[in-house]
């Protein structure tokens, strides 16, 4: 081997790992070997079984060697050195469990193989006695679909059965016997079967004894638990209690159910169980108070007593064969009833002894009764009577301190008794004949009792109830951090008990929990007892787990199981151990225990690893120089000289090994005869390295444990602590405490872990984790540094520091302070920063680990600089530490009201100018400034008062020499500003730049977060002028008390902000300058109406400017343009909801909050609506007002009235030129007009429609004169309404202000292109920020805006191409000027005219304002497109158009230039109506129809009447020339000749091109469609005559009126009207006109038919 320990070359030296040395057992002076036959391989796990190992190795394969019977070759039965599992090569394994006789092995994808011995089914092979090779287990959840295969973590192998964990932390199991868990009375189980009973819950780990099975499972969070029931199951009665005595109260929970039902076995002896099993509740238990408390009085030990019992009764209930009982009873009893008194008796005396020693002082250390007694069972039973009287000649003994401790322990004792003697009664024994109260239960209970004891049956039970002294002295009988789970009744009652419980279980963080192994966890066992090895505090068999509830609370992170007895190991380096105890293995006294007792290993250094073999168990302990020692205790063989042979005797106390030469052992493994430990050689002091970090954090958090126990939480359970804020504090410490304290414990366990395992340095927890080490550290130093500024210790009251003084001693030594004549603060505060000493030895160890590589490996590099993290998180700590002693010393020189009101946890000095270093500029001669800077804000203090500064909101600048201020530092805040003048220019820098570091750190946030790695450690220079921040104002009169939070730049708001003032307004928006400006919303809150004011728009200057939304508590809202907080320009206002009392809408022109200029409003109540001038909020002028019942007036308006000439018409026709004096009133003269055209002149008065006074002629004109009278009135409407152009003036105005012009027309080109891209970019950048996002079109629109159409040279027809897309695009989108325009146009008109709008009256105003529009929106087009020709004028064509078509009337095929236009004619409305029309296309449209409805109906008869006439007779009776009557069709291709019957079938091309008519919009595009229809008349009449030919109009008029007719166009009139209206007027003459001359013809030819 020598030989083999040279060559290597690793730095670690991997090939000195994993060595096996085997001892034999029961020798523990034979100095061990190595393991015959093995090669140099590195062992990662070893396990043995009665006769046989396996060995795992680090390349995961598995080797095996001892006897092995079940091997096929009989050569290999008994080897003599190891052999490859072959069957498992290519198989990685992870992990291998050894059970008596049989193996198991773990792959890495979770595959379990099992060989060896079968006989119970413990291979998982069915029927076969041998398993001989390796053979995979199939285990799958039936419960999912499809079957799952389960992967497996790890196994457990007993004598019979197996159990394996599964990556979904359930355990699965096969085998035979009870030890299985598994519902199920077959054996054997050989196909693997779910341990139903712990599913849903984390196991953490599964150990299997010879018989009996133990799991480790994570404690359920706490608010799982469930709350215990207040009432029993059987007979509703109080499971609880409460006896009020004089001194003390009683709280119990011994209830007898009346019916008669016995409690089950199981859950009898579960009670007993946990009643007697000692509550060895060390001091982390979930939160006791201590000794001191028992004394102050008696009251709360008796009450809290049973508390601890109150919760057992929720245990898992068993369910027990009967046949298990009966073995319970066979084992010898112990002495009798004599032996228990003369102990007692022995005991008070000792007691009272002991107490007449200690003097007054408080009973350390007496052992309660509970432990008292050795047997319990063996008591007098005659009656409780007796118990009683035995407790009251104790209290006289003792003196009354102790007597309710006793009472106490006696209570539990009468109970166990109770329950002990029910085990074996038969059902319905219980059934007592006294009444049925809890009197009388007692009595039926004693009574009971006493029967019992006749009979002489005894339940016999190796309970043991004595617990080592040491512990007895600090133990209680019940845990007030319990009471959270008793019922709430209960608590109600014991609320009389005043006793402060502070529970110190940490806050977990999941994080910690995630990575770290969990120290929450519970010991459930299962399988057959009978040495008392499941720890229940009996010797039955358990089918099923069950908890062993005494090892709570105890932070049990590994179980082992012997042979008969069982080994838990805690996070505080401890060892429980129970069950067999015959050779000594349990590492305590020579008698077994059927409860968990801590074992007791002769070293002060705590236990970190274990292994149980048949009957004894090894210990692996820290040592001084971190090389594990390692313990044997149990069987001794007899040395050679003795006689008896068979007399194996065991240790009396676990011996220590000398095993220091080995080297360090990482783990230890143990099976019948012969244990083995695998060790590791110490190369370059890596493996040393790793050891000592995992011995000092073990026993750093022991030490943490003792303070939390020892000095936390007594402090915190003491009446008066101090003041509410310092208790406060002291807890946020304390929890912060925990917290790290847990974190700690976490991490020792886990490095116990590592070192079981391959060892590589870069998967340390502190490495790979480090953020949660540092987090946890920071955290807690913060806490506490928090806690010396507000004065830390001192603050506390007195009877804290009699707590403290009293155990100066106790600190001193956890505080590792030597000196005698240290201060108590100083020790409390050396001792509550021992965690930064803790981050130093990180660090230094880390540094050690690191030396060991090459320093250009990776490792290297990782561990160095984790190592400078944590130096350098120690350091930062350090500081902080000196920063808190530095502030504290602050706070005690200069006392006072002042100072502390300004004294904060949180709160740092960092320099003040008590010596007069900085003064203020034009301070008067006798004023005193006295300026303080802390890590959050600057202090200006005067005489008697001192003003706080913000350091988030401060801004200093160092001021320039000429500005006249010497070492002048100028401070900006947003309220105040100031000059301050330091002494020298020295202290001037040193000013600025605490300040400015102040102020970054203060910005930043991080003030207590060091700098973790060594990017962020770079220092700014100074804080950035514009920044974020939170402020409130105090003293600007606007903001008085408002609170900003957002942006800032030098000491103002500006960017993005919110603003909140205490009355509940709000602005969020943007800011400039400290002023809202740009886009913002307000709410302002209306208390009358329990609604609010809300405004979204722009802002100027801190006011409502430009385009924006008011929402009106009162439901009305404005959409438009406002100024100066006002409504002002263009704006829409709706009030009410259709439904509610007036509902209104007004859209129109806006001047100071105030209607006025031109606007309409529909009032929807009285279905009125005006349009016509207002001014001050009142119809004002000429105006239009037309009813939904047809009635239409215009004229003039005052004061909201009808007053003046007007004009009225009736839906009839009738009509009324004259005076009005109110709305539809009339008065003075006038002349009203009949539908017939009798007219009368006169005086009129009355209101219309319901009788009108008349003094007047009546006209009864003659026929002729009445034709060419009664279209004057038409022709007269509109005169008096308001012009066309004067409508909508605001709408253009803004327009116009927008581009960047005063007046329309007047102001320069480049610059409104430029405001075009302003407002394009600015509203793109407001709609990024709005939840609508812009769809893809709208986003390319914007994209292809951004190009502007440039034009040099002479503008040709190209160029007005360019214009007219480019002002397609930009109507189409609402953030470009012209497109918002447009909008708003397109929204007026709409709201004038649909709805009551809606009356043929309007047409030709509808007509007109169309007009106006194409008219001004042409001028702005020639303002931003200078070269645009003006109207009418023609644009040369560039090249002669290439389509060649034949002239219409004409047989020559000519060029276009022919026709009457030379060229290509600019138009306003060619221009824009293509934008325009198509949306104001509705409304318009619907006016047509409605002024041409008559004539329309006459129309659409005749079209209906002479459709029904076939074609050929149709075409006869209109004259069309029979030589153009189609002789044959082509119909799909095929020719037919046309019948007298053929319909529809005729110039069908031509009918199909005009129906399209409907379809379009404008003018111009109906224009093309009858020129088409002309065309494809032509088309069909040439193909049938087969020549050219002219048309005439004669005969051209017929054959388009039968097209007419056949296209049925239900509107023609209207169509008609429409292009007549709008077209442009130099098309009039030219072709496309003849066309529509032709088809109006026929409009009107039609309508005569009639008469024919």
């Known amino acids: 081997m020598d030989s083999k320990k040279r060559n290597s070359t690793e730095a670690e030296g991997s090939k000195e790992r994993g060595l096996v040395h085997v001892w034999q057992a029961g020798s523990c002076l034979v100095t061990p070997e190595r393991l015959p036959g093995w090669g140099g391989k590195t062992v990662l796990q070893a396990a043995l079984g009665v006769k046989h190992g396996v060995l795992l190795t680090e390349d995961g394969e598995v080797y095996s060697f001892g006897t092995l019977p079940w091997r096929s070759e009989p050569a290999e039965i008994c080897l003599s050195s190891p052999i490859l599992e072959n069957a498992l090569v290519g198989q990685y394994v992870v992990t291998v469990a050894a059970g008596s006789f049989h193996n198991g092995a773990v792959t890495e994808s979770g595959v379990v193989y099992m060989w060896g011995e079968n006989s119970a089914g413990q291979c998982a092979v069915a029927n076969q006695q ?251 039973t005659t009656s409780t009577s007796a118990l009683n009287s035995l407790v009251v000649s104790c209290a006289s003994a003792v003196g009354v301190r102790v007597a309710a401790t006793y009472e106490a322990g006696a209570l539990s004792l009468k109970k166990v008794m109770n329950f002990y003697s029910t085990v074996p009664c038969e059902p319905g024994a219980q059934a007592g004949s006294g009444p049925i109260g809890p009197e009388g239960l007692k009595d039926s209970r004693e009574e009971q009792v006493k029967q019992e004891s006749m009979q002489g049956k005894k339940s016999s039970s ?77 010797v039955l068999p358990r089918l099923q787990p069950l908890c062993v509830k005494c090892l709570d609370g105890k932070e049990v992170i590994h179980l082992e199981a012997g042979g008969y007895h069982s080994l838990a190991l805690t996070a505080k380096s401890q060892v429980y151990s129970w069950g067999s105890n015959t050779f000594g293995q349990l590492g305590h006294s020579d008698f077994p225990t059927t409860v968990p007792r801590l074992a007791k290993i002769n070293s002060e250094h705590g236990v970190w690893s274990i292994a149980a073999g048949l009957d004894y168990s090894l210990f692996l302990v820290d040592t001084e120089d971190f090389q594990p020692g390692l313990y044997y205790s149990g069987r001794q063989d007899p040395t050679e000289g003795d006689s008896l042979a068979e007399n194996h005797s065991g240790t009396k106390a676990p011996v220590l090994l000398s095993c220091s030469k080995l080297g360090y052992i990482s783990r230890v493994a143990a099976g019948k005869d012969s244990y083995l430990a695998l060790v590791d050689k110490n190369i370059m002091g890596y493996i040393a390295s790793l050891h000592e970090l995992a011995t000092t954090e073990r026993r750093f958090y022991s030490k943490l444990s003792d303070i939390k126990s020892q000095i936390l939480r007594p402090l915190l359970s003491l009446e008066n602590l101090g003041t509410a804020s310092t208790v406060q504090l002291l807890q946020e410490v304390a929890s912060r405490f925990s917290k790290l304290c847990y974190l700690i414990g976490q991490h020792g366990t886990s490095l116990g872990i590592f070192l079981h395992g391959i060892k590589e340095a870069r998967s340390l927890v502190i490495l790979k984790h480090a953020s949660l080490f540092l987090d946890s550290y920071t955290e807690y130093c913060t806490s506490m540094t928090n806690f010396l500024v507000m004065g830390g210790f001192q603050l506390l009251a007195k009877p804290a520091f009699d707590f403290l003084n009293k155990n100066q001693e106790l600190l001193q030594d956890l505080a590792d302070v030597n000196d005698e004549n240290t201060q108590l603060m100083e020790i409390l505060n050396t001792l509550f920063f021992l965690p930064i000493r803790r981050l130093h030895n990180y660090a230094k160890v880390l540094l050690k680990l690191a030396t060991c590589f090459e320093v250009t490996s990776p490792e290297y590099q990782k561990l160095q600089d984790s190592s400078s993290c944590y130096e350098s998180l120690a350091l930062h700590l350090g500081r902080k530490r000196k920063e808190a002693e530095y502030t504290l010393g602050f706070w005690k020189t200069f006392p006072g009201k002042m ?450 159409p440039q034009h040099v040279g002479a503008f040709s027809v190209e160029k007005y191409d360019d214009i007219r897309k480019y002002l397609i695009k930009a109507c189409d989108t609402p953030l470009h000027p012209l497109g918002r325009l447009v909008e708003t146009l397109v929204a007026v008109y709409r709201m004038t005219y649909v709805g009551v709008g809606a009356n043929r009256r309007l047409l030709q105003e509808a007509v007109k304002e169309i007009k106006s529009y194409l008219k001004r929106i042409f001028q702005l087009v020639r303002f931003l497109f200078p070269e645009l020709p003006e109207e009418g004028s023609t644009i040369p064509l560039s090249a002669p158009l290439p389509n060649e078509r034949k002239s219409f009337c004409t047989a020559k095929s000519d060029s276009r230039s022919e026709s009457p236009e030379p060229g290509y004619v600019v138009t306003g409305s060619g221009l824009l109506l293509p934008v325009l029309l198509p949306r104001l296309y509705p409304p318009l449209f619907m006016l047509y129809a409605l002024e041409n409805d008559r004539e329309e109906d006459v129309y659409w008869e005749c079209v209906l009447r002479l459709n029904k006439q076939p074609d050929i007779a149709l075409l006869g009776f209109l004259g069309v020339q029979r030589k153009f009557w189609p002789v044959t069709l082509s119909i799909l291709g095929e020719t037919k000749k046309v019948l007298p019957t053929t319909k529809d079938a005729c110039f069908a091309s031509a009918v199909e091109c005009l129906q399209q008519i409907s379809t379009t919009f404008t003018p111009s595009d109906k224009l093309k469609v009858i020129q088409q229809t002309f065309e494809e008349i032509s088309q069909s009449v040439l193909a049938s005559l087969q020549e050219d030919f ?60 009639k008469l024919n």
């Open 130 to 380: 041998y398993v001989p090779e390796p053979n995979p287990v199939s285990i799958s959840d039936s419960e999912t679909s499809p079957l799952l295969a389960v992967r497996i973590l790890q196994l457990a192998c007993g004598e019979e059965h197996t159990l394996a964990l599964s990556i979904s932390r359930e355990i699965w199991a096969w085998g035979t016997g009870c030890q299985l868990g598994l519902i199920t009375t077959t054996f054997p189980v050989t196909k693997p079967q779910k341990v139903e009973h712990l599913a849903g819950r984390v196991v953490l780990q599964v150990a299997c004894g010879a018989f009996h099975s133990l799991a480790l499972v994570q404690c359920l969070p706490s608010q799982d638990l469930k709350p215990v029931p207040e009432r029993c199951n059987q007979c509703s009665q109080l499971l609880i209690t409460m006896t009020d005595k004089e001194d003390h109260v009683i709280i119990s929970d011994s209830h007898c159910c009346p019916l008669g039902v016995t409690l089950s076995e199981s859950q009898a002896e579960n009670q007993a169980s946990t009643a007697i099993s000692p509550s060895t509740e060390t001091l982390d238990s979930q939160g006791e108070v201590f000794e001191n408390t028992l004394v102050q009085n008696e009251l709360p030990v008796a009450t809290e007593l049973n508390v601890g019992n109150v919760q057992t009764t929720s245990s898992p209930q068993d369910v027990m064969g009967t046949a298990e009982i009966s073995s319970a009873r066979n084992i010898p009893s112990y002495p009798d009833t004599q032996a228990v008194n003369e102990y007692v008796q022995k005991l008070s005396d000792h007691l009272i002894r002991e107490n007449s020693e200690n003097g007054e002082k408080p009973v350390p250390s007496q052992p309660l009764i509970e432990e008292a007694i050795p047997n319990l069972h063996s008591l007098p």
């Open 462 to 538: 190796l309970v043991d109830i004595r617990e080592e002294e040491s512990e007895g002295g600090s133990r209680r009988l019940s845990l007030p951090g319990l009471l959270s789970q008793v019922s709430p009744r209960l608590l109600r009652k014991a609320a009389r008990v005043k006793t402060r419980t502070v529970v110190l279980t940490p806050t977990y963080s999941g994080e910690a929990d995630a990575l770290l192994p969990s120290l929450r966890t519970e010991v459930w066992t299962w399988g057959k007892g009978k040495e008392g090895q499941l720890g229940h505090g009996d």
């Open 899 to 1348: 100072t502390d009101s300004l004294r904060k946890p949180e709160r740092r000095l960092l320099c003040e100018s008590s010596n007069r270093a900085l003064s203020l500029q034009h301070a008067g001669r006798f004023s005193v400034n006295w300026f303080i800077l802390f890590n959050d804000a600057l202090v200006h203090a005067q005489f008697s008062t001192h003003h706080v500064f913000p350091l988030a909101t401060l801004w200093a600048e160092p001021l320039s020499e000429e500005a006249g201020g010497v070492n002048g530092l100028k401070i900006t805040t947003p309220e105040e500003q100031f000059t301050l003048i330091s002494s020298t220019p020295q202290e001037k820098t040193k000013w600025l730049r605490a300040i400015s570091q102040a102020v970054d750190q203060a910005l930043r946030g991080m003030s207590d977060l060091p700098p973790y790695g060594s990017g962020s450690n770079i220092q700014r220079q100074e804080p950035p002028i514009s920044r974020s921040a939170k402020y409130t104002f105090y003293k600007d009169p606007r903001l008085k008390d408002a609170t900003y939070d957002g942006r800032w730049l030098s000491g103002k708001p500006h960017g993005r902000g919110v603003l909140k003032w205490p009355d509940g307004k709000m602005y969020s928006g943007m800011f400039r300058n400290g002023l809202e400006d740009g886009y913002g919303e307000y709410r302002i809150p209306n208390k009358a109406l329990n609604k609010e004011d809300h405004y979204v728009g722009h802002w100027k200057e801190g006011k409502m400017c430009g385009q924006g939304v008011f929402s009106y508590a009162s439901g009305e809202v404005f959409e438009g343009c406002f100024q100066d907080n006002m409504r002002h320009g263009h704006g829409l206002l709706r009030s009410g909801k259709l439904t509610s009392s007036s509902p209104s809408m007004f859209i129109g022109q806006w001047v100071m909050d105030k209607k006025a200029g031109y606007g309409v409003f529909d009032d929807i109540t009285r279905g009125e609506k005006y349009m016509g001038m207002w001014q001050d909020d009142v119809c004002q002028g000429n105006g239009v007002v037309v009813t939904q019942f047809g009635l239409y007036y215009e004229g003039n308006f005052q004061l909201n009235k009808m007053m003046g000439n007007g004009v009225l018409l009736s839906e009839d026709d009738t009509i009324y030129e004259g005076e009005f004096s109110d709305d539809w009133t009339l008065s003075g003269k006038g002349t009203l007009t009949m539908p017939n055209g009798d007219y009368i002149e006169g005086y009129f008065s009355g209101e219309w429609g319901s009788g009108i006074k008349i003094t007047g002629t009546y006209f009864k004109p003659s026929l002729y004169e009445s034709d060419k009278d009664r279209p004057k009135v038409f022709r007269k409407l509109g005169n008096l309404a308001v012009p066309a152009d004067e409508k909508w003036k605001a709408v253009f105005d803004e327009c116009w202000h927008q581009l960047g012009c005063e007046n329309p027309g007047q102001g320069e080109v480049w610059k409104a292109w430029d405001n075009i891209a302003v407002a394009l970019t600015t509203n793109r950048r407001q709609h990024r920020d709005s939840p609508e996002i812009l769809s893809r079109s709208q986003t390319q629109t914007l994209e292809s805006l951004e190009f502007i």
């Open 1590 to 1649: 002219l048309w005439s109009m004669d005969d051209l008029f017929p054959v388009f009126l039968y097209v007419v007719l056949r296209a049925r166009i239900r509107n023609l009139g209207s169509e008609v009207h429409l292009i007549e209206d709008l077209m442009d007027p130099y098309l009039q003459h030219g072709e496309q006109g003849i066309m529509f001359t032709t088809l109006k013809a026929c409009y009107y030819q039609i309508q005569r038919e």
